[in-house]
């Protein structure tokens, strides 16, 4: 099972006003920088629940990922059971 981690996120707004996350820093403290955004959709974390606008990542060569909710909140799917506060 999948759970809801919520992360602070570092994203800027094109002149366009596409929004596109830079880096995330995980609840342990480690920032991540993103290295491409291969895809952005609206979709729901089927894993971890929830919904948003799902931005398909590249993080040290590995897909995520990362979900920008109505509320204006970042999650991330994780398989442990990390308690954050909401």
Known sequence: MSYK???DVVAEFSKD???RPRSFTWID???YEIQSITDIRRAASLKAGGAGMRYTC???GREAHLYYEDDNRWFME???D???EE
Do not use: N
């Open 5 to 7: 981690v919520y992360v």
């Open 17 to 19: 006003g596409i929004l």
């Open 29 to 31: 403290g480690q920032k």
């Open 58 to 60: 590249r993080i040290w």
């Open 78 to 80: 994780s398989r442990e």
């Open 82 to 84: 990390i308690r954050t």
